[in-house]
């Protein structure tokens, strides 16, 4: 069977520092990928998305990237975090293959300090 | 712009009685549509999903409704139960390939109460 793994669970950061969150998919190939954010009052917002190695879509212009450096790998980074970058960070697969079901990793909860 | 939209951000119902989440879009060319329910601290799982050719999908306790002209979809949970409290997210595509990533709504809470 399918599986996600999303880490850390909590982190705690100072503004200014980098970040990198990692997300693995078990037991699949090719999946599409996807990084979301769960800020107050703004619900669920695609930051990223890659149908396949090395190919990233942007959806909102900040100061956040993200790699595919494997097959069923999803990073997400940063330089240097901001206050506005606080927030609960969600990976998620889908087979894109005539199925639209997402699932969604446990989630990072991110706090600039 | 949004193109999913969630108008009420909470709800309460009392359990044994139905609740019901209203979902709106704006765009003509979404034609598959999912509700995820999310847990605090935890990634949001797949509830129910419907087709553009449905106007109706029921599953157990869930049943979800379309209503195309209107561009309207809404949840119905019957009966509630206290289980059933978190977030409810409305989600939409516009190609059923896979490709094309979802776009949710804000969200609903839900809250039932004993």
């Known amino acids: 069977s399918q599986t996600i793994h999303q880490w850390p669970a909590t982190l705690v950061q100072p503004v200014g520092s980098p970040l990198s969150l990692e997300c693995t998919v078990e037991g699949t190939s090719n999946p599409n990928l996807y990084w979301y954010r769960q800020a107050a009052g703004r619900g669920l917002q695609l930051l990223f998305y890659s149908v396949g190695i090395g190919q990233i879509s942007s959806e909102v212009p900040q100061n956040l990237s993200a790699s595919r450096p494997q097959d069923r790998q999803f990073i997400l980074s940063s330089k240097k975090l901001l206050l506005s970058d606080s927030g609960f960070y969600l990976c998620?697969?889908?087979?894109?293959?005539?199925?639209?079901?997402?699932?969604f990793g446990s989630g990072t909860r991110l706090t600039v300090v | 712009d949004q193109q999913v939209k969630q108008n009420s951000p909470s709800l309460s119902v009392q359990e044994g009685r139905i609740s019901i989440l209203n979902c709106d879009y704006t765009?003509?060319?979404?034609?598959?549509f999912l509700w995820y329910k999310k847990y605090p601290a935890e990634g949001p799982t797949f509830l129910i999903s419907?087709?553009?050719?449905?106007d109706k999908n029921e599953d157990g306790r869930f049943t979800v409704f379309l209503n195309k002209s209107a561009k309207h979809l809404s949840l119905h949970i019957v009966p509630s139960q206290p289980g059933d409290s978190a977030v409810y997210f409305c989600a939409a595509s516009s190609e059923f390939s896979g490709n094309t990533p979802l776009v949710f709504g804000k969200g609903t809470r839900l809250s039932v109460i004993a």
């Open positions: 419907i087709s553009s050719i449905k």
């Open positions: 998620a697969w889908s087979p894109g293959t005539g199925d639209m079901g997402y699932t």
């Open positions: 765009n003509s060319m979404f034609d598959y």
